[in-house]
């Protein structure tokens, strides 16, 4: 069992930038891979990015890709977001999500994370 916290949300500037992070409690997170989610309003919730238990692979949606890095401290038991070049449409929920079966691949899809912050709102005005 793991519980996952996430904090940094906010409002921001389009073209600024917010870095989330996901404290996670348990010792086993250094074998999970992580991923960030994000659900805006009246929509389904979508892969954002994703990491590996190494930390050594990383994977973004096409959506942020270039823009959003995921990256972990192991010592820490964090995951972070850092978010650049936000724009408005980047506006949602974003939760992070811990996969504990240690996949080659980073699973894009929500159901292959068992477990799930409760989410931290971003907001980014034009």
């Known amino acids: 069992q793991v519980q996952l916290v996430e904090s940094g949300g906010g409002l921001v500037q389009a073209g600024g930038s917010l870095r989330l992070s996901c404290a996670a409690s348990?010792?086993?997170?250094?074998?999970?891979?992580m991923g960030w989610f994000r659900q805006a309003p009246g929509k389904e919730r979508d892969f954002v990015a994703g990491?590996?238990?190494?930390?050594?692979?990383?994977y973004a949606a096409d959506s942020v890709k270039g823009r959003f890095t995921i990256s972990r401290d192991n010592a820490k038991n964090t995951v972070y977001l850092q978010m650049n070049s936000l724009k408005p449409e980047d506006t949602a929920v974003y939760y992070c999500?811990?996969?504990?079966?240690?996949?080659?691949?980073?699973?894009?899809?929500?159901?292959?994370?068992?477990?799930w912050g409760q989410g931290t709102q971003v907001t980014v005005s034009p």
């Open positions: 999500a811990a996969d504990p079966k240690r996949r080659l691949t980073i699973a894009t899809m929500q159901t292959m994370y068992d477990y």
């Open positions: 348990g010792r086993t997170f250094s074998s999970y891979n």
């Open positions: 990491i590996s238990w190494t930390g050594t692979t990383t």
